[in-house]
């Protein structure tokens, strides 16, 4: 259930969490329970009401109403619980509390939930993705989208990552951080990676492949790739890409040959290339 209430004042206190709160502080509003992540236009927050996150309130635009929106206020009248307060305003006014155009007028502030661990997120899992210290929520955004379109089961992150619920990464996901099981590898103070994880990977079958630029790497399209069972393909961080240590502990060094004089490819788009030539074809 919802009710409306409408708003014109850039001070309301009640759209703190929109307009004033930053990712940290969204995560951390609600301790010592989970946090708050915003998810931005219909389609996204549909995609999240899908996947079972609970909304605590939403922020629109009054068009949306008998727009786009629509589907989303659908969804939400039949849910149980408490109703909850969808905050509504005129377009202009929007841009004012915000200092930018909603993407599609919508904005809806939703619960985090617990994580699962790593073996159940991988446990069906035949191919998965493995970032480590991709910082940029564009680029978790953009990874997430190709991950989940491309053919992978699953994707897991080092801790030094950014959050795949941070609201830009959601964005450019088009909300598949919500279709795809994910979950972060260790925690802060043991992050758990290369070591155990590695072989925490390999007691389950997975083989690890990293994408990196070694004389000793093999194509992306070496037939050993293509014929193991279980295949975790790794990638590194922007600019310096992974660790030598993460390296020199997966079982595959893999390279994209490159034309042109060009030596790489961002994270993202070299995710993309490697989900769609690993991916388990049978």
Not at 22 to 42: K, M
Request: charge should be negative; glycine fraction near 8%; include cysteine.
């Amino acid at each position: 259930m919802y009710y409306i209430t409408e708003t014109e004042r850039l001070e309301d206190p009640r759209l703190q969490i929109y307009t004033e709160l930053s990712e940290t502080q969204l995560f951390h509003c609600r301790e010592p329970h989970r946090g708050l992540f915003i998810a931005e236009s219909p389609k996204v927050i549909e995609r999240a009401l899908n996947a079972g996150y609970k909304p605590v309130s939403m922020l629109m635009d009054s068009r949306q109403v008998k727009g786009e929106g629509a589907g989303v206020l659908e969804r939400i009248k039949v849910m149980g619980g408490d109703p909850i307060p969808v905050y509504m305003a005129e377009e202009a006014v929007l841009r004012n509390l915000t200092g930018f155009p909603l993407t599609r007028g919508c904005l809806c502030a939703m619960e985090r939930r617990e994580l699962p661990p790593v073996e159940e997120t991988i446990r069906e899992a035949t191919r998965i993705c493995i970032l480590e210290e991709v910082v940029n929520p564009t680029n978790v955004g953009a990874i997430f989208r190709s991950a989940a379109a491309l053919g992978m089961d699953a994707v897991l992150l080092t801790h030094g990552c950014a959050d795949p619920l941070y609201r830009r990464a959601v964005r450019v996901s088009m909300g598949t951080v919500f279709q795809i099981p994910w979950t972060f590898l260790g925690d802060r103070r043991d992050p758990g990676w290369p070591h155990p994880g590695m072989e925490m990977l390999r007691g389950l079958g997975f083989r690890t492949a990293a994408m990196a630029l070694k004389k000793d790497s093999v194509s992306i399209s070496d037939p050993g790739l293509m014929t193991e069972p279980r295949l975790a393909v790794v990638l590194g961080t922007e600019g310096d890409g992974l660790a030598e240590e993460t390296i020199t502990a997966c079982d595959y060094t893999v390279m994209i040959p490159m034309f042109h004089g060009v030596d790489s490819l961002n994270v993202a788009a070299a995710s993309a290339v490697a989900f769609w030539e690993l991916r388990n074809r049978k």
